[in-house]
């Protein structure tokens, strides 16, 4: 029986280089238990929210000028459409 072929990979927390037998399943992004703890314990940089707020405040400005118009239709001030 052939032994199973090694894959190189490059560890995702501290640039290492290791090597672990080719298997079934998703690889191992990193070279050790401790690297992979640390990996997790990391903060990814925030999300840039300013685009969905923007969309939000367009939205809202947007409901209050309809809300605005069919409060003054239903009160008689305007004719509805």
């Known amino acids: 029986m052939t032994p199973a072929p090694v894959q190189r990979r ?3 927390n ?3 280089v290791f090597t672990l037998p080719a298997r079934p399943g998703r690889p ?7 690297c992979k703890l640390a990996l997790r ?3 990814p940089a925030r999300p840039d929210l300013s685009m969905p707020e923007g969309d939000m405040d367009e939205a809202v ?3 209050h ?3 605005s118009d069919l409060l003054a239709a239903a ?7």
């Open 10 to 12: 490059t560890c995702q």
């Open 14 to 16: 501290c640039n290492t």
């Open 28 to 34: 191992s992004t990193t070279c050790s238990e401790h």
């Open 41 to 43: 314990r990391k903060n």
């Open 61 to 63: 400005e947007d409901l």
């Open 65 to 67: 000028r309809i809300v």
């Open 75 to 81: 009160q008689g001030r305007a004719p509805s459409a």
